[in-house]
């Protein structure tokens, strides 16, 4: 019995965030059938410009660079100073890819996403700011494709 009540407790506690992961990758997963890949710089920066307008992030310097791939969704963003953002998106991200980072930003208003001890920041990340990202992510899904049609 005991060890039953340990097993559920680990399960509860440690293997949640696991799964919780898994289950925001899966998300992104689903989210990238339907949004294709950034092909280019020029392609990225469109996105960027229209995307940004949507959020109110037009106060803020916020650079997009399209790097070379690491992995499958890779695309982060890093704040460099008090005003200024880079997102980094790899080649074959997909374009939600942008409002997803941009989400981050936006939340980032907020200072504590960038000042928060790590243990809490892990844990408020994957519970609260990744879901939120990945929630607006799949709104703009129909509006990210849109733009590069009629930008082509
Ligand atoms: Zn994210």
Redesign the pocket.
């Given at each position: 019995m005991l060890v039953l009540l340990l097993l559920l407790a680990f399960t509860v506690f440690v293997l949640n965030p696991v799964i919780m992961k898994a289950f925001l990758c899966m998300l992104r997963s689903i989210i990238s059938i339907f949004s294709p890949p950034i092909s280019s710089q020029d392609e990225l920066e469109k996105l960027l410009k229209s995307e940004r307008v949507k959020l109110g992030l037009l106060d803020k310097k916020i650079k997009a660079l399209l790097v070379a791939p690491r992995s499958l969704f890779e695309?982060?963003v890093e704040k460099i100073n008090a005003d200024f953002y880079l997102i980094r998106c790899a080649r074959g991200s997909t374009r939600t890819s942008v409002s997803?980072?941009l989400?981050?930003i936006y939340d980032a208003a907020a200072e504590e996403y960038w000042a928060t001890r790590r243990f809490i920041w892990e844990i408020k990340?994957l519970y609260w700011?990744?879901p939120r990202?990945?929630f607006y992510e799949f709104r703009r899904l129909r509006a990210c494709n849109l733009v590069l049609k009629q930008a082509s």
């Open positions: 695309a982060d997803h980072e989400y981050h990340y700011w990744e990202a990945i």
